[in-house]
């Protein structure tokens, strides 16, 4: 059974850090892309950041600069260090497991959700 | 950016069809992908590229993209089938997902 399990969400006041972990088990992820993806609260879902198991990054405009996406594929896990919190950055953070390549990829696994709350 | 558009809501009555939609400049030229969200509940893949259903998804669910409309439809709808549906498509190296519809069985 394939299961994703976020840690590292929490309270955190403007200008911040957080650093969220997704653990993996189930599947090996070395080969898969992975992704964070966040929903505020009564919103809908908005792309974070994708890793390609090669190392590419891809990150939204609204996070570029502050959030880096990571992983450590021998613990297949994945990560992600956000600088410089604001409140807008509120949302329950979602680490998602992709599939297939390029285009054409979608994410079959989810993890449960860790809640990031920025606020002073 | 490229957006997505989804309605906000779609009603439906039980045993009846839904369609939801999703809208996009040439979408029917990019794969899309439909998640099902129940409250409380992470996202669940219910269509990937277009027409393809995960096993474990009723056959009840079936997806279609075609011009600058994808659409997801559930042939016969169930008490269970509540809950909020997003579409989601790559452009420019970017995931957007649609705003999100709310189906709900009356």
């Known amino acids: 059974e394939v299961q994703l399990v976020e840690s590292g969400g929490g309270l955190a006041q403007p200008g911040e850090s957080l650093r969220l972990s997704c653990a993996v088990s189930g599947v090996t992820v070395s080969n898969k892309f992975m992704s964070w993806v966040r929903q505020a609260p009564g919103e809908g879902l908005n792309w974070v950041s994708t890793?390609?198991?090669?190392?590419?990054?891809l990150s939204a405009d609204s996070v570029k600069g502050r959030f880096t996406i990571s992983r450590d594929n021998s613990k297949n896990t994945l990560y992600l260090q956000m600088n410089f919190l604001r409140a807008e950055d509120t949302a329950t953070y979602y680490c998602?497991?992709?599939?297939?390549?390029?285009?054409?990829?979608?994410?079959?696994?989810w993890g449960q959700g860790t809640l990031v709350a920025v606020s002073s | 950016s490229y957006e997505l558009t989804q309605p906000p809501s779609v009603p439906v009555s039980p045993g009846q069809p839904a369609n939801i939609t999703c809208s996009g400049d040439k979408l029917g030229e990019k794969y899309v992908s439909w998640y099902q969200q129940k409250p409380g509940q992470s996202p669940v893949l219910v269509i990937y590229?277009?027409?393809k259903r995960p096993s474990g998804i009723p056959e009840r669910f079936s997806g279609s993209n075609s011009g600058n409309t994808a659409t997801l439809t559930l042939s016969g709808a169930q008490a269970m089938d509540e809950g909020d549906y997003y579409c989601q498509a790559w452009d420019s190296n970017t995931v957007v997902f649609g705003g999100g519809t709310k189906l709900t069985v009356l």
């Open positions: 890793i390609y198991s090669g190392g590419t990054r």
């Open positions: 998602a497991l992709g599939n297939s390549h390029g285009s054409s990829g979608y994410y079959d696994f």
């Open positions: 590229q277009d027409k």
